[in-house]
């Protein structure tokens, strides 16, 4: 199931850029929340704090809380963390070197799962679970990357969704693919969100429309205004919200 997200005063810096101005937030569990603003406004930053990979970057700071259902993900270790909360990139990246099915269990093995048995039940039902069985089923011995781009990053939705996290991170996961496989995607996550909490970055506030129950606009590394999806679009509290989806700048 999905957990629920607390942020609270939460700070980031590049050095002395300091990306991120003291984001309060509340992220409800088995719901899709988009977070738009434009360009530089920190949206990337703010979901790579939540897996705690903002921090890995060198010259890095955080300061702040994240309650990840009830607990501190300061309090975690960074890999059990990642258990919980799986990322997705804007461009997938499958492991070049490894077979479709090599790929969706990377994880499950670096996390020290070894039957046969139990691998390929988890690689199926992920696969399935990233809509891409049927299309991967009879060749799941096939290199990652011989998969079209929209094919690759389902592989990729599978992979993170093998470890059985609760909530899911993507960074605009459909900004690289065309409309087709934008559609299978914004899809997949429509349906992903009865077992997910799922934070999706996007520059396409038609796709936050279609998908987002609830969407945060962030601006100049402050959260502005964070509302259900058709307040946000349609009766937004903030003169910068409605500037910026009436498309005034950005
Ligand atoms: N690796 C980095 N090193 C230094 N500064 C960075 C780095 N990544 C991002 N920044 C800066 O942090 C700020 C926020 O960037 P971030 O990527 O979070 O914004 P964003 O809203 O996701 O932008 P975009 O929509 O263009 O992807 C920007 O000013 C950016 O230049």
Redo the contacts with the bound molecule.
């Keep these: 199931m999905g957990q629920s997200l607390s942020v609270r005063k939460l700070e980031a810096w ?2 002395s ?1 300091k ?1 991120l101005k003291g984001i309060n937030m509340e992220i409800d569990p088995n719901q899709v929340t988009a977070i738009i ?10 979901v ?1 704090c939540i897996n705690r990979m903002h921090e890995t ?1 060198p ?1 890095t700071k955080v300061k702040g809380e994240i309650i990840l259902d009830g607990e501190s993900i300061y309090d975690q270790d960074p890999v059990a963390l990642r258990k919980m909360v799986g990322m997705v990139f804007q461009k997938a990246n499958p492991f070049p070197s490894m077979s479709i099915y090599e790929n969706v269990v990377a994880g499950l093995r670096l996390n020290g799962m070894k039957s046969k048995q139990k691998l390929l039940e988890s690689a199926e039902k992920s696969l399935r679970m990233a809509a891409l069985w049927d299309e991967v089923k009879d060749r799941l011995n096939y290199s990652g990357m011989s998969l079209s781009g929209g094919q690759q990053q389902r592989l990729c939705i599978a992979r993170a969704l093998a470890v059985e996290p609760s909530v899911l991170l993507m ?2 996961p459909a900004s690289a693919l065309d409309p087709i496989a934008t559609t299978h995607i914004e899809e997949l996550i429509r349906q992903l969100k009865e077992n997910y909490t799922i934070l999706i ?1 996007t ?1 396409n506030m038609q796709q936050a429309a279609r998908i987002a129950d609830s969407t945060a606009f ?1 601006l100049n ?1 402050e959260l502005v205004e964070h509302g259900p999806t058709s307040e946000i679009f349609t009766n937004p509290h903030d003169k910068r919200t409605e500037d910026y989806i009436t498309g005034r700048f950005g």
């Design positions: 590049y050095g850029n990306t603003g434009p360009s530089g406004c920190g949206k990337s930053t703010f790579r970057l010259g960074d605009e970055v520059h962030f590394g």
